[in-house]
């Protein structure tokens, strides 16, 4: 295929790589805004560059003519989560939408590929409006932890730098650290409990100083410039002292000191 031909033949992709990443970001935005935990921690997405899918189609034995209906990778989302159990979660929400549609599955959580490899991989039908219409476009969803995560990006760079013939010792060793990694996994999920409210509290403590220094902000047009400073030197001191309960009483006082100023100028 020409260079420009190969262009045209990716840009689907890249329109479905772009909006999946924009609905996949949006929705961790949208659990994070609702003080719902987020199952996903972060996003990343890719077209798979024209030298892999050359290399993949000739190690796979597909002819050219056939990767659009035979490579199911080219158009590549990952969705990293913290646990296990949050990886399965997030599985079940790709099904039940209703804007891609999950033509099958490979749990490689449950059941580790010989490498040691583990993700949950969904092949995924997801159409996009080209300019020439709509087009159905195939694409891979891969789902797993951040661990799972740091031992594939490793194994996938030593898999390049030995152009898949990894000496057996080394693939030993690598089998060992992803066993290592189920262990480490398991161990995060005992805990995830505590995890998680640590987490949430982090979040909840950020909105709490988003919104005082919002009031801080809007209290500028009401108070003399030496009260609104006082006022900031206050939440300061409170903010130094680490305790969420004074946090929030702090923000409950500037919303009723607000209101009173509001109420005086509608008055
Ligand atoms: P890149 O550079 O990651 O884009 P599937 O049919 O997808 O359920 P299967 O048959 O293993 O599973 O598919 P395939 O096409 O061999 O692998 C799809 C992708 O899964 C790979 O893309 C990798 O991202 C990942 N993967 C699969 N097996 C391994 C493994 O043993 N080690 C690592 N590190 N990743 C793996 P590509 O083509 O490698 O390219």
Request: net charge negative; aromatic share 10%.
């Amino acid at each position: 295929m020409e260079i420009q031909l190969w262009r045209e033949f990716l840009d689907p992709y890249a329109l479905a790589v772009d909006e999946l990443m924009i609905k996949f970001n949006h929705l961790m935005t949208a659990f994070r805004k609702s003080d719902d935990y987020c199952p996903i921690e972060l996003v990343q997405g890719r077209v798979k560059s024209i030298a892999s899918i050359i290399e993949k189609a000739n190690r796979k034995k597909i002819p050219l003519e056939d990767i659009e209906n035979e490579m199911w990778d080219i158009c590549g989302i990952r969705l990293i989560c913290q646990f296990v159990e949050d990886c399965y979660q997030v599985v079940d929400m790709i099904k039940s939408r209703t804007d891609m549609e999950v033509v099958s599955e490979n749990d490689y959580i449950a059941f580790p590929k010989d490498s040691g490899y583990r993700s949950f991989h969904l092949r995924i039908l997801y159409t996009v409006q080209s300019v020439s219409g709509p087009k159905k476009i195939h694409g891979e969803i891969q789902v797993r932890t951040l661990g799972m995560n740091s031992w594939s990006t490793i194994e996938h760079s030593l898999q390049y730098k030995y152009r898949s013939n990894i000496p057996d010792e080394l693939k030993i060793r690598l089998r060992n650290t992803a066993d290592g990694m189920i262990e480490t996994d398991k161990e995060l999920s005992s805990i995830r409990d505590e995890i998680r409210s640590a987490r949430e509290l982090r979040f909840e403590e950020e909105r709490i100083v988003n919104d005082i220094l919002l009031s801080i902000q809007n209290l500028y047009r009401f108070v003399s410039h030496r009260e609104a400073v006082r006022i900031q030197e206050e939440f300061y001191d409170i903010y130094k002292e680490q305790n969420i309960e004074k946090l929030r009483h702090f923000a409950t006082e500037l919303d009723i000191i607000a209101e009173g100023y509001r109420a005086q100028t509608i008055n």
